[in-house]
């Protein structure tokens, strides 16, 4: 078999895989691009069908790094890591030891932080461990700044379609409400939206219920298809298939979770249903964008102006797509193309 025939090997630099059998510590690290001698992506702990289920996740989710770069203007190339969560994985002190060891092997090519499953106390510990887990709470929380990305995203998605921004009076579902979903159920509370949440997790939901008595909670399986103004993915990758979408009951799909389309045409298909697409690597850049500022010692004023600029190019992005009749997902893959194809020196969104 030739590494060319796994199906999301999109041109990889490098894969790492490793494993620990003691510590039932197992995954791969990818990286898609290198720009200015780094790669950045964050770390992923969470069950997978099969280790090539994985290895299709972490190759997508890299290669999303590359085009989240590309949109945000920023002069790194884009990474991920997955750790496989088994039965008797458990993020003991040794297991992320381990996995620091692991990253530190790459000498500092590869630079992450927190993803789905990976929390502010890991990474404290993993911070102890490598030089090389960029997120830095003391300053920046990158999931609060995800949550403000996607924030703009959205308002800027209402603006198009009901010509003016607000959130009053409009209602919005999200699905996960882990690190970034609360954080943006909150700003669009705050912003006195009507919110449905769904997660799998009980004690989250017990928490929201407790927390935000006005909300709706319903069930994960069915929370995409309620009617709504905006549905805000914010849990897993692959959020919508072929099959799903024929049940979809919004406006607008702006979420934070990564890779929400199956495959590109599930965006061609979302566009004929007449529904407004936010690629999630422009609507969740906010992290990226935040970690990047952590990274270089940027003030909080730049890391805010930067994240405000995606209310604009989502703007931009959805007049182009409507005026020329393409599909978002399409537009901003060639504009991220042509991007790299001229060394990552300009982007026009
Ligand atoms: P998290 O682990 O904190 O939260 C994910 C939540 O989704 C959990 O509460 C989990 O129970 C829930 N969930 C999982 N499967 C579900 C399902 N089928 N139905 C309902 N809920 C489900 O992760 P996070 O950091 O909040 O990341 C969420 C998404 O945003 C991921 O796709 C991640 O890649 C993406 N993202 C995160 C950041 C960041 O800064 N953390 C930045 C950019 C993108």
Redesign the pocket.
């Known amino acids: 078999m030739k590494i060319e025939q796994i199906k999301s090997f999109d041109n990889h630099k490098m894969v790492l895989f490793f494993n620990d059998d003691k510590l039932s510590l197992r995954g791969f690290i990818a990286i898609h691009s290198i720009f200015n001698k780094l790669s950045l992506g964050?770390t992923?702990f969470c069950e997978y069908k099969s280790e090539i289920d994985a290895l299709n996740d972490v190759l997508k989710l890299s290669k999303n790094m590359t085009y989240k770069c590309a949109v945000s203007d920023i002069k790194y190339g884009g990474a991920k890591a997955v750790i496989i969560k088994k039965e008797k994985s458990y993020k003991s002190i040794d297991f992320l030891k381990k996995y620091a060891f692991f990253v530190n092997s790459l000498n500092g090519l590869f630079k992450t932080g927190?993803?789905?499953?990976i929390f502010e106390e890991d990474i404290k510990i993993l911070k102890k461990y490598s030089k090389h887990i960029i997120d830095d709470y003391s300053k920046n929380d990158?999931?609060y700044w995800?949550a403000v990305g996607i924030f703009y995203a959205i308002k800027s998605s209402l603006n198009f379609v009901f010509k003016n921004d607000l959130f009053i009076d409009k209602t919005f579902a999200i699905?996960?409400?882990?690190?970034?979903?609360f954080n943006l159920l909150k700003l669009i509370l705050e912003h006195k939206g009507n919110v449905i949440v769904?997660?799998?997790?009980d004690n989250?939901i017990k928490k929201i219920k407790k927390t935000f008595p006005t909300v709706k909670i319903v069930d994960?399986k069915n929370i995409h298809k309620e009617k709504v103004d905006v549905y805000s993915p914010?849990?897993?990758?692959n959020e919508f298939t072929e099959k799903n979408i024929k049940d979809l009951n919004c406006k607008i799909i702006c979420g934070?979770?990564?890779n929400q389309l199956e495959n590109e045409v599930i965006g061609e298909l979302i566009f004929k249903k007449g529904i407004i697409y936010v690629p999630d690597y422009l609507s969740?850049s906010g992290?990226l964008i935040s970690v990047v500022s952590t990274y270089e010692n940027k003030s909080k004023k730049f890391l805010l102006n930067k994240i405000k600029k995606i209310y604009n190019k989502v703007y931009n992005l959805l007049n182009l797509s409507i005026e020329e009749g393409i599909p978002t997902n399409i537009i901003l893959k060639e504009k991220v193309l042509d991007f790299i194809e001229n060394n990552n020196k300009y982007i026009n969104i």
């Not at 699905?175 to 979903?181: A, D, E, N």
């Not at 769904?198 to 997790?201: E, G, H, L, P, R």
């Not at 914010?234 to 990758?237: E, I, W």
């Open positions: 964050a992923r927190a993803d789905v499953g990158p999931s995800t699905k996960g409400v882990g690190k970034v979903g769904s997660d799998k997790n989250l994960h914010c849990a897993l990758s934070g979770a990564n969740n992290g």
